[in-house]
C-alpha cells in the first residue's frame, strides 16, 4: 500500500480537494506510465521474442521501459512469456505477490492466454494466465512479434492513464472462473455478434442492388497455379559403418536369443540385406541378456558403441518396448536394443494406473548418460530400473498421480481433442 | 561560547551581512554570539541545500546520460518519447519509484533493512562538500581534506554489508561479503593514490591542490610529473571504478549472477537511494579525479596569452563541470564495454598488481621530488 | 572439525565429505536470468564455491509426446518448432527426414538446397545467440545486442522465406511449404557479405579480451572421456576433441556435396566452446557461398505431394543442429495419420546432466560462464 492511497481519504471530504486528488492522479498516472520496468521472466519460444524487443532493431528503451529488473521486488510489470505450466505455477503466483504494488501483467502469446497449441490432450499446461493472475493486456500470437509486444505496452500505458488513487490497484486475487467455461461463453457472443453483423450486412446488400440493378463486380479472383511436381524417388543416406546384417550377425553369435521383429515372411537376413542403408538395426533383447548386451557391444572392439544417443519406451497393451540406442563415435553405425517388458498384471486393476509396472535393471553404470534419460522414462512410463542411484521423478512434480506417457493416462485436466 | 564557523568565501559574506541586517533589530536582544549562531545557522542551510541540489540534482541528469550512452553504445536510441529525446524520462521513474510500494522481506532486520540505503548516501554527500567548484564555491575549505575523504570514504561499504546482511537473502548476502572484500581491498589503492597526490602537491587541502595546478594544462598533476602522472591517473580510475562498484567491477551487484547482489530484496524508495548513492558516489569519484588531476575549476590553458584570456573569461564552475561530465563519459564508456572478472580475479588484480604498483609509484613520486623538485 | 550441518541431504545431493566451514544452499531458478528459461539448479555451496549442483527439470514440461499421440505427424512438425526454438528450421527438418523415411519420398535437388541454405542461417541465428549470451552472461550486456542485431538480418530471410521469424514450421515430407522468393539469393549474399565484417569486429571485441580469457580458459573442463560417456554432441562434444558432426558422419540431404571442415578444439573449457562456435559461424558461411554458386535456378523445388501416411514400423533421423545431435524417433503401430508415439532426443539435456561435473570447484561466476557456454534451450529438455 502506498502513501499515495491515503490522499484521497484525508483531501476528498476538504472542499475544493478533490481537484488536488485528480491533479495527484494525473501527475502519478503519468509517471507510472511512462515508466513500466519490466521482470526479466520468459519459459520459452516468447522470451527470445522478448529479448529481441529490447535489442537493437525494435528497443523497447526508446518507451523507457529496457530496465529488466532481475529481482521481482523492483520490477512493475510482469511480462508473461512463454507457456505457463503446472509445475512452474506457484513460481510465478509466488513472483507475482513479490512485486510491490501497482503492477501490471501482460500475457504474452497464445499459451499464456489459452493454452495455445497444448490446449488439447495435455496434463501440464496451464489454460491461460489469468487463472494463476490477474492479466491487464493479452497479447495474441505464437510468438508475438516485438512490434505487438509494444501495443500491448501502449495499450497498458493508456490503462494505467485512466486509473485513480480512489481506487488503488488491484491486488491480485485470482479468480476461480474455468477457463473453458469463459471459452465457450465468448464463442456464443462471437457467433451472436457474427449473426448479428450477417442480417446487417444482407439487409445493406438489398439495398445496394435495389439502387444499383445493372451493378457488376470486376473482381475476379487470383488462383495460385497448382504445380505439377515430380515423383522424386528417395536415396537413403550413406551408410557409415558395418551393415545391418553384419551387426546382427555378430551379435547373434554371441547371444542366440537375440530376434528381430518384422512383419515379413521372409527370413530374418534377406529382410535385414534388402533394408534401407539409413535405417540403424532394432533388436528385440531378452531383459535377462540387457546388460550383458548392453557390455558387449560398448566394449567390443568391432561394435564400439561408445555413445548413448537415448533411452525411451513405447507402451503396448501388455507390454513396454524399452529402447536403448547406442551409436559409435568412430565407426558411425548404430543398434537399438529393444527390451519388451511384460507388465505386471498381478497388481490388482485399481492401483495399476499409479504403480510401476515392470523391471529392468539401469545401464546407468555403462553410460552415465544414462542416468537422466531412465529418470525420464520412469517419470513418463512408471518402469523401474534396478540398481539406478536415483531414481525419482524428472519432469513432474513428485506428488503427481500416473505416468502420463502410458496410453491409458487419464488426468482431470486433460481435454480431449474433439474430433 | 564555542560558535562553529564555516571557513568559506559565502560563510564569510554571510558572517559579514548578519551583523547589518541585526542592526534593525530591537537593541536589547542584539549581541554577538546571537549573531554568530544566526550567521552558522544560515551558513548551514545554503550549504546543504547546495550539497543536495549539486548531487540529487545531477543524479536524474546522470542516470538519462547513462541511459543513453548505452544505448548509443549499443546501436540503440534509447529513451525516445518523453520530452525531446526522451530528457524527462529520468522524472518519471524518480516519480514512479517515490509512490510504489515499500515492504521489508520477512524475516528481515527490519531497522537494518530501511538504514542501509540512508548509511550508502551519507559518504558521497559529504566528500561532495569538500569539493571547491570554483574559486570562492566550495562548502567547507578544511585543510585535511584528503584524510577525511579517506575517512568517509569507508561508509560506504558499511551501508551495502548491513544491506546485504539483514535482507535475509542468501544472494544478497553473496553480494555483501564481494562487496565488503572488493571496497575494503581497493580502498587501499584508492588512499595510495590520493597520497601520492598530496605528496606532490604538498597539501592536503582540495582547494590547495587545485590552485597548485595553476598555469597551463602542463601544470596538472597528470602531466606535471612526466608518465607518473599518467600511470597515477589510469590507477585512481581504476580503483575509482572499484570503489564505485561500477562495472566491469559490479561483482557485488552481478546482475547475472547474483540478480542485483545486495540491493536484491530493495524496493521502491530504498532502492532508489541505493540506485541515488551510485550515481552520486559517480559525481564525487569524477569531482575528485577532476580536483587531483585534472586542474580542478581551472581552464585548459596552452600557454597562448590570446586564447588564454578567452579560456579565462568561462567561469571555473563551467570548467569543473566540463570536466567532471568528460570523467562520467569516460566510466560510462568503460561500463558498457567490458565484460566482468570473476571476484577472485579481482582480489588477485588488487593485491598481486595494484599495490605494488601503487608503492612503486609512491617511491618513484619520492624519488623525483627529491631529484627533480 | 565441524560436522556437516546437512547430515541428510536435500535428494539428487551424493558427495559426502568432511568439510571445516558450513555449507549451505543455493537455489538458482526457475526464474533467474543467467538460467537460459525456466531451470532450477540447486547449489551446495562452500563458500563462493560450488561443491555440488543438482539440476532440476520440468518447469516446462508441456507434455508434447503426449500430445504428439492425438496429433497428425503434419500437426508434430509445427510442434517441434517450439522445443529449440533458436534453432526451429532445423527441429523442422529433422522431424521430416524421419517421416519421408517412412513414406519412403525423395527429395528434388532446388528443394535440397533449399534446405541446407536455411538449415546454415539457422545455425548462424543460433549460435549469434551464443555469442551474445555468452558475452551477456560475463557481464558484458552490450555483446548481448550485438549478436541480436545481426541475427535480426536471418530473421527477415526467415520471414520473406517462410513467413514467419521465430516458429517456421516449413519443410514438408518432399520437400517445403514454398518455393523461395527470387529476392532469396541476393538478400543471403548481402548478408554474408555484411556478416564478414560484423564477424571480424565481434570476435575483436570478445576473442582476445583479457578478462574474458581470464574468465574462460581452464573453467569448466569436459574431457573427451566424460563428454562421450555423458552424451554430449556438437560443439560441445568437438570442444572436447571428439570430431564427431552428423553432417560429417552420417550425411543427411546433400550435405556430402560440399566443402567444409568440421572445427575441432582440444582442450574442453569455456573458451573451446566459444572458439568453435565462432569458427562454426565461419564453415557455414562457407557452405552458404558453395550454395549460392551452385544454386539451381530452375527444376522443382518439392516432390508431389502425397498424404503424409507412414506405414507400420519405427522411423529414426537424426541431424546436427546448432546445439547437437536432435534425433527423432517415430513409432507407427498402424498404417495412417497419427503417430503411435513420437520421441526426440534434444541435444541440451545431456548438456545439463554433465554440469555437475563440470562445476565442480568453481566459484558461481563460474557456473554462469559455463552454462552460456553449453548454449541450452530448456523447453527442448522438458519438452
Redesign the interface.
Known amino acids: 500500500?502506498?502513501?499515495?492511497n491515503f490522499a484521497p481519504k484525508i483531501l476528498d471530504p476538504i472542499p475544493g480537494g478533490k481537484y488536488v486528488v485528480n491533479a495527484i492522479d494525473y501527475?502519478?498516472n503519468?509517471?507510472?506510465a511512462?515508466?513500466i520496468w519490466p521482470?526479466?521472466?520468459?519459459?520459452?519460444?516468447c522470451?527470445?521474442?522478448m529479448?529481441?524487443s529490447s535489442?537493437?532493431?525494435y528497443?523497447i528503451?526508446?518507451?523507457?521501459s529496457?530496465?529488466f529488473?532481475?529481482?521481482?521486488?523492483?520490477a512493475?510489470l510482469f511480462i508473461l512469456a512463454?507457456?505457463i505450466?503446472r509445475?512452474?505455477a506457484p513460481?510465478i503466483q509466488m513472483?507475482w505477490e513479490q512485486i510491490?504494488?501497482?503492477k501490471y501483467a501482460i500475457a504474452m502469446g497464445a499459451c499464456t492466454i489459452s493454452g495455445g497449441?497444448?490446449i488439447?490432450?495435455?496434463?501440464?499446461?496451464v489454460r491461460g494466465a489469468q487463472n494463476l493472475i490477474p492479466v491487464d493486456v493479452f497479447v495474441p500470437g505464437?510468438?508475438p512479434?516485438p512490434e505487438a509486444l509494444f501495443h500491448g505496452l501502449l495499450t497498458l500505458r493508456e490503462k494505467i492513464l485512466k486509473e485513480t488513487c480512489r481506487n488503488p490497484w488491484h491486488e491480485g486475487q485470482p479468480k476461480d472462473v474455468s477457463t473453458m467455461d469463459r471459452y465457450r461463453e465468448a464463442a456464443k457472443t462471437w457467433a451472436a455478434l457474427e449473426e448479428m453483423k450477417d442480417e446487417e450486412m444482407a439487409e445493406a446488400r438489398a439495398k445496394f442492388k435495389e439502387e444499383n440493378p445493372d451493378y457488376k463486380s470486376s473482381f475476379k479472383p487470383i488462383r495460385v497455379k497448382k504445380?505439377?511436381?515430380?515423383?522424386?524417388?528417395?536415396?537413403p543416406?550413406?551408410r557409415?559403418g558395418l551393415t545391418q546384417l553384419e551387426l546382427y550377425q555378430k551379435l547373434h553369435d554371441k547371444f542366440p536369443g537375440i530376434t528381430f521383429h518384422t512383419?515379413s515372411e521372409d527370413p530374418i537376413e534377406t529382410v535385414l540385406a534388402n533394408a534401407?542403408a539409413?535405417?540403424?538395426l532394432?533388436v528385440m533383447v531378452e531383459p535377462e541378456d540387457y546388460v550383458a548386451v548392453t557390455e558387449f557391444v560398448k566394449n567390443d572392439p568391432e561394435f564400439k558403441m561408445?555413445?548413448?544417443?537415448?533411452v525411451?519406451a513405447?507402451?503396448?497393451d501388455d507390454h513396454f518396448d524399452l529402447?536403448t540406442?547406442l551409436r559409435s563415435?568412430q565407426i558411425?553405425h548404430?543398434i537399438?536394443l529393444c527390451v519388451q517388458l511384460k507388465k505386471d498384471f498381478s497388481i490388482p486393476e485399481e492401483k495399476r494406473a499409479t504403480s510401476l509396472l515392470a523391471s529392468v535393471p539401469t545401464v546407468s553404470h555403462l553410460?552415465?548418460?544414462a542416468?537422466?534419460?531412465e529418470r525420464e522414462v520412469y517419470d513418463?512410463f512408471g518402469i523401474n530400473f534396478e540398481g539406478h542411484?536415483?531414481q525419482?521423478?524428472?519432469?513432474?512434480?513428485k506428488d503427481f498421480v500416473g505416468f502420463?506417457?502410458r496410453?491409458d493416462?487419464t488426468h482431470p485436466e486433460m481435454i480431449?481433442?474433439p474430433v | 561560547m564555542f560558535v562553529p564557523s564555516i571557513t568559506n568565501p559565502v560563510g564569510d559574506f554571510v558572517r559579514e551581512m548578519v551583523p547589518r541586517l541585526a542592526e534593525y533589530l530591537p537593541a536589547s536582544i542584539q549581541s554577538d554570539t546571537l549573531n554568530s549562531i544566526v550567521a552558522f545557522l544560515v551558513n548551514a542551510l545554503i550549504c546543504v541545500i547546495a550539497v543536495c541540489a549539486v548531487n540529487i540534482g545531477s543524479a536524474p541528469i546522470l542516470i538519462y546520460m547513462e541511459r543513453k550512452v548505452c544505448a548509443h553504445v549499443q546501436c540503440r536510441l534509447g529513451p525516445m518519447r518523453l520530452g525531446w529525446h526522451g530528457t524527462i524520462q529520468t522524472i518519471a521513474d524518480v516519480l514512479k519509484m517515490l509512490f510504489k510500494e515499500v515492504y521489508a522481506p520477512s524475516g528481515a532486520d527490519k531497522l537494518m533493512f530501511y538504514l542501509a540505503p540512508l548509511i550508502v548516501l551519507i559518504a558521497p554527500f559529504i566528500v561532495c562538500a569538500l569539493i571547491p567548484f570554483g574559486r570562492d564555491l566550495v562548502v567547507a575549505d578544511v585543510s585535511m581534506g584528503i584524510p577525511l575523504i579517506i575517512a568517509v570514504n569507508g561508509f560506504g561499504v558499511l551501508g551495502i554489508l548491513l544491506g546485504g546482511w539483514s535482507s535475509n537473502n542468501k544472494y544478497s548476502l553473496l553480494g555483501a561479503l564481494r562487496s565488503g572484500a572488493q571496497m575494503i581491498s581497493y580502498e587501499i589503492s584508492f588512499t595510495m593514490i590520493l597520497l601520492f597526490v598530496v605528496m606532490i602537491s604538498g597539501s592536503t587541502n582540495l582547494m590547495s591542490i587545485t590552485l597548485g595546478q595553476e598555469g597551463t594544462i602542463s601544470d596538472w598533476w597528470i602531466f606535471k610529473i612526466p608518465v607518473l602522472g599518467i600511470i597515477a591517473f589510469i590507477l585512481f580510475f581504476i580503483s575509482s571504478t572499484a570503489e564505485m562498484n561500477r562495472a566491469p567491477f559490479d561483482i557485488a551487484e552481478a546482475e547475472q549472477e547474483l540478480t542485483g547482489g545486495y540491493h536484491t530484496e530493495y524496493n521502491g524508495t530504498p532502492f532508489a537511494m541505493f540506485y541515488l548513492a551510485e550515481y552520486i558516489a559517480l559525481v564525487t569519484n569524477s569531482a575528485l579525479a577532476t580536483t587531483c588531476f585534472l586542474g580542478g575549476f581551472l581552464p585548459p590553458c596552452i600557454g597562448v596569452a590570446f586564447v588564454d584570456n578567452y579560456l579565462n573569461m568561462v567561469p571555473g564552475v563551467v570548467w569543473f563541470f566540463a570536466k567532471v561530465f568528460f570523467m562520467i563519459w569516460c566510466y560510462m564508456m568503460v561500463r558498457w564495454t567490458f565484460v566482468r572478472p570473476r571476484v577472485d580475479q579481482l582480489m588477485d588484480f588488487e593485491w598481486k598488481f595494484l599495490l605494488p604498483v601503487n608503492l612503486v609509484l609512491l617511491i618513484a613520486g619520492a624519488a623525483y621530488i627529491v631529484v627533480c623538485g | 572439525m565441524i560436522q556437516p550441518r546437512f547430515s541428510n541431504l536435500p535428494p539428487g545431493f551424493r558427495i559426502q565429505r568432511e568439510t571445516n566451514t558450513e555449507e549451505f544452499f543455493i537455489n538458482m531458478g526457475p526464474q533467474h536470468p543467467s538460467t537460459h528459461g525456466a531451470l532450477r539448479l540447486a547449489l551446495r555451496m562452500d563458500g563462493e564455491t560450488i561443491v555440488e549442483l543438482v539440476p532440476h527439470f520440468g518447469y516446462i514440461h508441456r507434455g508434447m509426446e503426449k500430445q504428439a499421440e492425438s496429433m497428425s505427424y503434419l500437426q508434430y512438425i509445427a510442434l517441434s518448432d517450439r522445443q529449440d526454438y533458436l534453432t526451429a528450421i532445423q527441429n523442422n527438418l529433422g522431424v521430416v527426414i524421419a517421416l519421408e523415411k517412412g513414406m519412403n519420398v525423395g527429395v528434388p535437388e532446388k528443394g535440397e538446397y533449399i534446405r541446407v541454405m536455411l538449415q546454415e542461417l539457422g545455425r548462424i541465428a543460433s549460435h549469434l545467440v551464443f555469442y551474445g549470451c555468452f558475452g551477456g552472461d560475463l557481464g558484458g550486456q552490450t555483446c548481448l545486442l550485438f549478436g541480436f542485431k545481426e541475427r535480426e538480418m536471418i530473421h527477415d530471410i526467415l520471414e520473406e522465406v517462410t513467413g514467419s521469424r521465430l516458429t517456421t514450421n516449413f519443410f514438408r515430407p518432399g520437400g517445403s511449404r514454398y518455393d523461395v522468393p527470387d529476392t532469396f539469393i541476393p538478400r543471403v549474399k548481402a548478408f554474408l557479405d555484411h556478416l564478414e565484417d560484423a564477424m571480424r569486429d565481434y570476435e575483436r571485441f570478445l576473442s582476445k579480451n583479457i578478462i574474458v580469457l581470464e574468465r574462460s580458459i581452464g573453467i569448466g573442463v569436459l574431457s573427451k572421456e566424460d563428454a562421450i560417456a555423458y552424451g554430449c554432441s556438437g560443439p560441445v562434444l568437438r570442444a572436447s576433441g571428439v570430431e564427431f558432426d552428423v553432417r560429417r558422419a552420417n550425411p543427411y540431404s546433400i550435405y556430402d556435396q560440399f566443402d567444409f571442415d568440421i572445427p575441432v578444439f582440444h582442450n574442453g573449457d569455456c573458451y573451446d566452446r566459444y572458439k568453435i562456435r565462432i569458427a562454426e559461424i565461419h564453415e557455414s558461411m562457407k557452405i552458404l557461398r558453395q550454395c549460392i554458386d551452385k544454386f539451381p535456378k530452375d527444376g522443382p523445388w518439392r516432390s508431389k505431394e502425397k498424404p503424409v501416411r507412414l506405414p507400420v514400423g519405427r522411423y529414426y533421423s537424426e541431424i546436427e543442429t546448432a546445439k547437437g545431435l536432435y534425433a527423432t524417433y517415430v513409432v507407427a503401430a498402424t498404417t495412417g495419420e497419427k503417430p503411435y508415439r513420437i520421441h526426440t532426443r534434444g541435444p541440451s539435456f545431456p548438456h545439463i546432466a554433465a554440469l555437475n561435473k563440470m562445476v565442480q570447484g568453481h566459484k558461481v561466476s563460474d557456473l554462469v560462464t559455463i552454462m552460456a557456454t553449453l548454449d541450452p534451450v530448456i523447453p527442448e529438455i522438458d519438452r
Not at chain 1, 39 to 45: A, D, E, H, R, W
Open positions: 500500500m502506498g502513501i499515495i501527475v502519478v503519468w509517471a507510472r511512462n515508466s521482470l526479466t521472466y520468459g519459459t520459452s519460444c522470451a527470445i521474442e529479448m529481441s535489442m537493437a532493431r528497443d528503451a526508446r518507451f523507457g529496457e530496465v529488473r532481475a529481482s521481482p521486488r523492483q512493475d512463454g507457456t505450466t509445475r512452474m513460481a513472483l510491490p504494488g501497482p497449441p497444448f488439447y490432450d495435455n496434463y501440464a499446461v505464437c510468438p512479434r504445380e505439377d511436381f515430380p515423383e522424386v524417388e528417395r536415396k543416406f550413406r557409415v512383419h534401407p539409413d535405417r540403424p532394432e561408445d555413445f548413448l544417443i537415448d525411451t513405447i507402451d503396448y529402447v540406442q563415435l558411425g548404430k537399438f553410460y552415465p548418460a542416468e537422466f534419460k513418463m542411484p536415483d525419482r521423478r524428472i519432469f513432474l512434480d502420463p506417457l496410453k493416462f480431449r481433442r
